[in-house]
Structures are given as structure tokens and as C-alpha cells.
């Protein structure tokens, strides 16, 4: 079974970056989509962006276009996400997720075959 093992969440100051990563423990989704979801207390788990590692089609979910890169490193097994003028939201859970296949609907529709633990991201006003 693979595992996703995310990285880099923290504190930042409104207006500020910071980086996330996710790393497979093996070469399962290869040929699939990998993404983040985040997860604000008391609200369902939203969609933030998917990337497919065959085609490097990305999608973004509209309020963080033009904020957020994700990009990936197919030797690695390995997405990133970068993330820039970050709102005061709080704090969120960002979650990796992976799907085998480059469904694309599907993943943003939260239909993932493997989750990451989740990792705190803090953005203070």
C-alpha cells in the first residue's frame, strides 16, 4: 500500500510563502494525479490543486489561482506546492492525496485512493 508523507507546513504572517511537499513510498501512482486538499475546523475538506504526472496538467481551485504553483518530480515520486499571499485563514490542514489513474473529475471531487496524514499550515493576521 503506498504511503504519502507530507512536509513544510508552519506559521507564516499574512501576505507570506511558504512550500508544502508530498513524497509516494513507491512508484504506484506514477501514471496518476496527485494533489492537496485542506480542511479549515468545522468545514468539509475543499479541493486546492491536482497535478497528473504523465501529461503535468494542473488544475487550481479558483480563490488560490495565481497564488499557489504545484509542480512535480517524477524521479522522486514527488509533488510540491507553493504557496504565496497566503490569507489569514487560520489554521488549516493541508492533506495530500493520490489517485493511480489521471482522473482528474474525480480527484477534485474528493474521490482519492490514499490519503497523507495532513499537516498543519498557520497563517497569522
Known amino acids: 500500500q503506498v504511503q504519502l508523507r507530507e512536509s513544510g507546513g508552519g506559521l507564516v504572517q499574512t501576505g507570506g510563502s511558504l512550500s508544502l511537499s508530498c513524497a509516494a513510498s513507491?512508484?504506484?501512482?506514477?501514471?496518476?494525479?496527485m494533489g492537496w486538499f485542506r480542511q479549515v475546523p468545522g468545514r468539509e475538506r475543499e479541493f486546492v490543486a491536482l497535478?497528473?504526472?504523465?501529461?503535468?496538467?494542473?488544475v487550481y481551485a479558483d480563490d488560490v489561482k495565481g497564488r499557489f504553483t504545484i509542480s512535480k518530480d517524477n524521479a522522486a515520486n514527488t509533488i510540491h506546492l507553493k504557496m504565496t499571499d497566503l490569507k489569514p485563514d487560520g489554521t488549516d490542514v493541508y492533506s495530500c492525496?493520490?489517485?493511480?489513474?489521471?482522473?482528474?473529475?474525480?480527484?477534485?471531487?474528493?474521490?482519492?485512493?490514499?490519503w497523507g496524514q495532513g499537516i498543519q499550515v498557520t497563517v497569522s493576521s
Open positions: 492525496g493520490g489517485l493511480p489513474r489521471p482522473w482528474a473529475v474525480a480527484f477534485m471531487a474528493g474521490k482519492v485512493d490514499v
Open positions: 513507491e512508484r504506484t501512482l506514477s501514471s496518476g494525479v
Open positions: 497535478i497528473t504526472f504523465t501529461s503535468g496538467n494542473v
